[in-house]
T-cell receptor, first 112, second 114 residues
Framework: GENVGLHLPTLSVQEGDNSIINCAYSNSASDYFIWYKQESGKGPQFIIDIRSNMDKRQGQRVTVLLNKTVKHLSLQIAATQPGDSAVYFCAENQGGRRALTFGSGTRLQVQP | DSGVTQTPKHLITATGQRVTLRCSPRSGDLSVYWYQQSLDQGLQFLIQYYNGEERAKGNILERFSAQQFPDLHSELNLSSLELGDSALYFC?????????????FGSGTRLTVV
């Protein structure tokens, strides 16, 4: 796939386990954060977002946690499935006229 | 199907050549963003257009240019191509000009410069 050459940290989990993917963001002024999932051969796909006035937001099988004190974002995936295997990117809105800034990504491998 | 359409899906060209990548945003979206995804650099922001006007600029080389047309589709022009320009080029769109609601990405154009 297109991401196979990326030198990414890899998280390998067993099917059915919970996964936690972490991201350190760069700008303390950032006020909006998004997690994207990128499967091989596809563009990034929106998973879940969170604004800086919140510290937790839940979706279907996914939870995003925001710790503004240490500028840390995490994505928790419950009951990980083989279809969750992908590269996951965090993105932050640093405000002003700047576009979303993406982190370097984490590859999630789900072992059956 | 995300609603953002990029063509072509694949492009192979020689060094020194010029190519044009095309993007049609999701219906109703006024902003178009271009990102480059290289093997070792993740997603790098190139440029944003909102309703036909340049809105923000990232790490876009002078050899690269873009525009957004009245029908809101956008084109990214890459000239004097070098081997290092080989990458995936993604277009994304959003409703507004700010970045408060995330983007919808297309499936990308894979450019190979030989």
């Amino acid at each position: 796939g297109e991401n196979v050459g990326l030198h990414l940290p890899t998280l390998s989990v067993q099917e059915g386990d919970n996964s936690i993917i972490n991201c350190a963001y760069s700008n303390s002024a950032s006020d909006y954060f998004i997690w994207y999932k990128q499967e091989s051969g596809k563009g990034p796909q929106f998973i879940i977002d969170i604004r800086s006035n919140m510290d937790k937001r839940q979706g279907q099988r996914v939870t995003v946690l925001l710790n503004k004190t240490v500028k840390h974002l995490s994505l928790q995936i419950a009951a990980t499935q083989p279809g969750d295997s992908a590269v996951y990117f965090c993105a932050e809105n640093q405000g002003g006229r700047r576009a979303l800034t993406f982190g370097s990504g984490t590859r999630l491998q789900v072992q059956p | 199907d995300s609603g953002v359409t990029q063509t072509p899906k694949h492009l192979i060209t020689a060094t020194g050549q010029r190519v044009t990548l095309r993007c049609s945003p999701r219906s109703g979206d006024l902003s178009v963003y271009w990102y480059q995804q290289s093997l070792d650099q993740g997603l790098q922001f190139l440029i944003q257009y909102y309703n036909g006007e340049e809105r923000a600029k990232g790490n876009i080389l002078e050899r690269f240019s873009a525009q957004q047309f009245p029908d809101l589709h956008s084109e990214l022009n890459l000239s004097s191509l070098e081997l290092g320009d080989s990458a995936l080029y993604f277009c994304a769109s959003s409703v507004g000009q700010n970045n408060n609601y995330g983007y919808t990405f297309g499936s990308g154009t894979r450019l190979t410069v030989v």
